[in-house]
Nanobody
Framework: VQLQASGGGLVQAGGSLTLSCAAS????????MGWFRQAPGKEREFVAT???????YYDDSVKGRFTISRDNAKNTVYLQMSSLKPVDTAVYYC????????????????????WGKGTLVTVSS
């Protein structure tokens, strides 16, 4: 599975940005897709996942501000980010599990099988 994230950039605090991640593979609709992020000097952290059923799980830090969604016809997962804060500054990575179907908390703890290269989001104050 190959993943290509895009849509990062510089945005002012309070602004919005939408990330996209295009995935390869014929069975995208069965994949669990996720977003993670890594801030400068910090470890990678979980953001959100969306299962093939449409079930969604968010980290508390983004709940109510970020929305994960998927378009199976386009093999693409999105992360709509609003009310952005400087603490949201990070490289955002999309990830996929093409075979499993676990809860969001599982992926929070154990990560996912495939990773894209990441796209940088910078939120200025």
């Amino acid at each position: 599975v190959q993943l290509q994230a895009s849509g990062g950039g510089l945005v002012q605090a309070g602004g919005s940005l939408t990330l996209s991640c295009a995935a390869s593979g014929r069975s995208f609709s069965t994949y669990v897709m996720g977003w993670f992020r890594q801030a400068p000097g910090k470890e990678r952290e979980f953001v959100a996942t969306i299962r093939s059923s449409g079930s969604i799980y968010y980290d508390d830090s983004v709940k109510g501000r970020f929305t994960i969604s998927r378009d199976n016809a386009k093999n693409t997962v999105y992360l709509q980010m609003s009310s952005l804060k400087p603490v949201d500054t990070a490289v955002y990575y999309c990830a996929a599990d093409p075979k499993g179907d676990y809860s969001g908390s599982y992926y929070r703890n154990y990560g996912m099988d495939y990773w894209g290269k990441g796209t940088l989001v910078t939120v200025s104050s």
